[in-house]
């Protein structure tokens, strides 16, 4: 299963990403979490990529499109993966198109998750995450259990990125507009796109997400044996 999670910042790409991993046995690549550890790690294409994200603009496509081709020759995307954050661009949807076709392949499916612009603003700015598993919270609709400790991993450090805040967020919703909405037609015209309600609860969302996608089957768990 190949499949691209599309939408604005705080649609809940990453959120729906991670319901989906487990059930597919396929990794989530998330460009953006990729290039948050380039930034940590002080690399240079962290360096480069430190200004631009905090701006809420795009990185350059070359780069990204090389982090991404490097990525899904990797092992444990040997039964497909889940594309989170890129394409985000016509350039980068082209690139896409033929980095899979050099290896004989095409995405299965494209999901958009809709979600008004209004509300956008208040999930990002309400969102932190585990330091310590990623495991992702919001202060009003999914907090921890027990304040201040993550339900999966017992930590009691969290972090929250340096581009929510609404100024960034703000220029981050223009530039899908301009740049990113445009796939949408794109994959439309294709007859993979699926557009799903994001602004469901986070399990109506997942609900509608795997009523798009065909039920997983045979996957390869790399150890010799097949997972229905
Ligand atoms: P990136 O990290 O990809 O950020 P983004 O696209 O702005 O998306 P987010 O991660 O902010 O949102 P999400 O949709 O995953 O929402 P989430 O599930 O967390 O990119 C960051 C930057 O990196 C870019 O601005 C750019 O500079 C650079 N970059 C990355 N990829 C690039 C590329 N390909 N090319 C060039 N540059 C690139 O949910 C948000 C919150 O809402 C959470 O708190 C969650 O709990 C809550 N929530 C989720 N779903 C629901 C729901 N249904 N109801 C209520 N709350 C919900």
Request: hydrophobic share 35%; with cysteine; charged share 25%.
């Given at each position: 299963m190949k499949l691209l999670l599309l939408g604005p910042p705080g649609a809940g790409k990453g959120t729906q990403a991670h319901r989906l991993m487990a059930r597919y046995a396929i990794p989530q690549l998330a460009t953006g979490d990729m290039l948050r550890k380039e930034v940590a790690d002080g690399s240079d294409l962290g360096r480069t990529a430190c200004e631009i994200m905090e701006r809420g603009d795009l990185v350059g496509d070359d780069l990204i499109?090389?982090?991404?081709?490097?990525?899904?020759?990797?092992?444990?995307?040997?039964?497909?993966?889940?594309?989170?954050?890129f394409p985000r661009s016509p350039a980068q949807a082209e690139a896409l198109d033929?980095?899979?076709?050099?290896?004989?392949?095409?995405?299965?499916r494209v999901i958009e998750i809709g979600v008004d612009d209004d509300i956008l603003v208040g999930r990002i700015t309400g969102r932190f995450t585990c330091r310590a598993c990623g495991a992702g919270y919001?202060?009003?609709?999914?907090?921890?259990?027990?304040?201040?400790?993550?339900?999966?991993?017992?930590?009691?450090?969290?972090?929250?990125?340096?581009?929510?805040?609404?100024?960034?967020?703000r220029s981050r919703?223009?530039?899908?507009?301009?740049?990113?909405?445009?796939?949408?037609?794109?994959?439309?015209?294709?007859g993979i796109l699926v557009t799903v309600d994001g602004m469901a609860?986070?399990?109506?969302?997942?609900?509608?997400?795997?009523?798009?996608?065909?039920?997983?089957?045979?996957?390869?768990?790399?150890d010799g044996r097949l997972l229905q």
């Open positions: 499109v090389d982090m991404i081709a490097g990525r899904i020759d990797q092992q444990d995307c040997r039964n497909g993966f889940i594309l989170d954050g033929t980095m899979l076709s050099t290896r004989s392949s095409a995405l299965d919001h202060d009003v609709f999914r907090k921890p259990a027990e304040s201040g400790v993550c339900d999966f991993c017992g930590s009691r450090g969290f972090d929250r990125r340096a581009d929510d805040n609404e100024e960034t967020v919703l223009a530039v899908y507009h301009r740049q990113t909405a445009p796939l949408l037609p794109y994959y439309a015209s294709r609860a986070i399990d109506v969302v997942t609900e509608q997400i795997l009523a798009a996608l065909p039920a997983p089957s045979r996957i390869d768990s790399g």
